[in-house]
C-alpha cells in the first residue's frame, strides 16, 4: 500500500521536527509492506507574509483530493488580532471535518508513577462554533456565547473514543507493556449543571458505548469534569480513555500534557473519516529554533498516530516501541529532558531501534 502523506512544516522547530517524521516514515522495515510518497505543503506565519493568507487554497485542496494523511508542524501566531490572519489548523480542522482530537499522555513504563491514556476531544462544536455577542443593558454591557452540543457529534465521538480503547487494547495483547486491565472509557460531562447541553452530550456517549461492539467489551465510566481535573492530577495512571465536549476536552488535553515533564513528548491526531493529520502539540518554539535542539518524539509519535488512523496499527506499533525503548534507555535525550543530545542524534537512534 503507497500512502500520500502531505507534509506542512510551519514556522520555527516544525521546519525541524515535520523532516525526522518523513525520515522515520520512510525507515520503516520493507517488511511492513508499506510505501510513501510525499508533498510539500505550505501554512503559517511565514506563508502569511509571502501570500497573505496563512492558509493557502491549493494546501487544502491537494490535501483534499491528493493526500491520505498529513503531518503537521506548528505555526507561529501573533499574540495580537492582525488583519487576514487566522489559525491555519483551526481552520483545517473545519475545512476537512477533523472532528476529533486525540492525544495520548504516555510515560515509559517504568516510570516512578506510569501513566497511559488519551484524551479524545469533540473538536467541532461546544463553545467554539463561536457565536458569541455582546449588547447593552441598563446596568452594563452582557456578553453572551452559544453551546451547542449535537447528538450527531456527541455520537460519533463517543463511538471513536470506543474504537481507540478497543485498539489500544489489541496493541496490549499483542505484547505491548501496559499498566491497564482492560479497555476503559470515561465520558466527562458536567450534566449536573448543564443538563441539557451536557446532559444530551452524557446520554448520547452512553447509548454509543452500549453499541454492540462495545457492549461487553469496554468498560464505562462518568466523572464531571470538575472531579476529573483533580483525579487527572492525583491519579493519573488510573485512566485509559477520556472523552469529552470541546472546551473540557481542550483544557484536559492540555493538563494532561503537564503530567508527563515536556511538550516535546506530546502528539496529537486531527482525525475525520478516513483522514488524519498527526501534529505535535507544542507550538514553534521560537526561544530553541535554528539551535538543533528541539525534541523530535511529539511528531514522532504524531506520525504514528496518524497511521493508526489510517489502520497501519503495525507500523504504528513499532514507532511506538522505538520511541519508548529510546526514553527507557535515556542515554540519547534532548535538553527539555535534561539530556545533551541534539535532534538529529535522537532521530538517529529512534531510527535505529526501528
Ligand atoms: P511552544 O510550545 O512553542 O513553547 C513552549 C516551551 O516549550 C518553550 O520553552 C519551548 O522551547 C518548549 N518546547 C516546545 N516544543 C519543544 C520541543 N519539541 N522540544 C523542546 N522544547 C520544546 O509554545 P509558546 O512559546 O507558547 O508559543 C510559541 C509560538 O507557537 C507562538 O507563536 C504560538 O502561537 C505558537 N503555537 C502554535 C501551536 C500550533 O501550531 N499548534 C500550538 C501552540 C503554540
Ligand atoms: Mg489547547
Known amino acids: 500500500r503507497t500512502l500520500r502523506i ?62 491520505d494523511g498529513a503531518l503537521f508542524g506548528a505555526v507561529s501566531s501573533p499574540t495580537t488580532a492582525v488583519k487576514g490572519y487566522s489559525s491555519p489548523i483551526v481552520a483545517l480542522r473545519k475545512k476537512l471535518d477533523l472532528y476529533a482530537n486525540v492525544r495520548p499522555v504516555k510515560t515509559v513504563v517504568s516510570a516512578p508513577k506510569p501513566i497511559d491514556m488519551v484524551i479524545v476531544r469533540e473538536n467541532t462544536e461546544d463553545l467554539y462554533v463561536k457565536e458569541e455577542k455582546t449588547y447593552d443593558t441598563p ?39 501496559s499498566i491497564h486491565q482492560g479497555p476503559l472509557v470515561t465520558i466527562t460531562h458536567k450534566s449536573n449543571v448543564l443538563s ?28 464531571i469534569v470538575d472531579s476529573m481535573v483533580y483525579k487527572l ?22 493538563g494532561a500534557a503537564a503530567l508527563v515533564g515536556s511538550l516535546g513528548l506530546v502528539p496529537s491526531a486531527n482525525v475525520g473519516e478516513g483522514f488524519a493529520i498527526g501534529e505535535p502539540c507544542h507550538g514553534s518554539a521560537p526561544d530553541i529554533q535554528g539551535q538543533g535542539i528541539a525534541n523530535p518524539i511529539a511528531t514522532l509519535r504524531s506520525a504514528a498516530l496518524m497511521l493508526e488512523f489510517l489502520n497501519e ?42
Do not use: M
Request: net charge negative; charged share 30%; glycine share 8%.
Open 6 to 67: 502531505g507534509l506542512i512544516p510551519g514556522d520555527g522547530i516544525g521546519k525541524e521536527v515535520i523532516p525526522a517524521g518523513r525520515r522515520l516514515l520512510e525507515a520503516l522495515p520493507a517488511s511492513l509492506g508499506l510505501k510513501f510518497e510525499f508533498i510539500d505543503l505550505k501554512a503559517g506565519w511565514e506563508t502569511f507574509e509571502q501570500q497573505g493568507v496563512a492558509l493557502p487554497e491549493e494546501t487544502v485542496s491537494i490535501l483534499k483530493s491528493d493526500c
Open 139 to 177: 446596568d452594563g454591557k452582557v456578553a453572551e456565547a452559544i453551546k451547542r452540543i449535537s447528538q450527531r457529534a456527541s455520537s460519533r465521538i463517543a463511538t471513536i473514543a470506543g474504537e481507540i480503547a478497543l485498539r489500544r487494547q489489541k496493541i496490549r495483547a499483542a505484547g505491548a507493556p
Open 196 to 223: 441539557q447541553t451536557d446532559g444530551l452530550f452524557r446520554v448520547t456517549a452512553r447509548e454509543a458505548l452500549a453499541a454492540p461492539q462495545f457492549k461487553d467489551a469496554v468498560a464505562v465510566e462518568e466523572q
Open 313 to 354: 496499527e503495525a507500523a504504528a506499533a513499532k514507532i511506538y516501541a522505538a520511541v519508548d525503548a529510546n526514553l527507557e534507555e535515556g542515554r540519547l535525550l534532548s535538553p527539555d529532558l535534561g539530556g545533551t543530545a541534539k535532534t538529529e542524534e535522537v532521530v538517529q537512534d529512534i531510527l535505529r531501534r526501528l
Open 233 to 254: 492530577f492525583r491519579q493519573p495512571e488510573a485512566y485509559d480513555v477520556i472523552v469529552a465536549p470541546n472546551l473540557y476536552g481542550d483544557i484536559l488535553s492540555d
